[in-house]
Nanobody, 114 residues
Framework: QLQLVESGGGLVQPGGSLRLSCAASGSGFKAYAMGWYRQAPGKQRDLVAQITRGDTTNYADSVKGRFTISRDNAKNTVYLQMNSLKSEDTAVYYC????????WGQGTQVTVSS
């Protein structure tokens, strides 16, 4: 089991960038597939990006070419680099370990607005 803490959210203008970080504590980080999900008000929580323990990545169609997920196993941290942000990217972003039945962070708010 991992404890996950997200950081890096905030307010950014359309077209801007943010980098989210998720620091994990507990054992076995490098064995976990890690993911970022997001949930906008009144909507379900959806997968944004995922990275396997072998560094294979996959992305939601809506963020392909704009977002990049990466991990640093030495720091027990996973990142989400978000570029060319749009208003529709506004949501609470959650870090996840091990899939939807796994471990979750508390979330970090990302607001894209002028």
């Amino acid at each position: 089991q991992l404890q996950l803490v997200e950081s890096g959210g905030g307010l950014v203008q359309p077209g801007g960038s943010l980098r989210l970080s998720c620091a994990a504590s507990g054992s076995g980080f490098k064995a976990y597939a890690m993911g970022w999900y997001r949930q906008a008000p009144g909507k379900q929580r959806d997968l944004v990006a995922q990275i396997t323990r072998g560094d294979t990545t996959n992305y939601a169609d809506s963020v392909k070419g704009r977002f990049t997920i990466s991990r640093d196993n030495a720091k027990n941290t996973v990142y989400l680099q978000m570029n060319s942000l749009k208003s529709e990217d506004t949501a609470v972003y959650y870090c996840n370990a091990g899939g939807t039945l796994g471990d979750w962070g508390q979330g970090t708010q990302v607001t894209v607005s002028s």
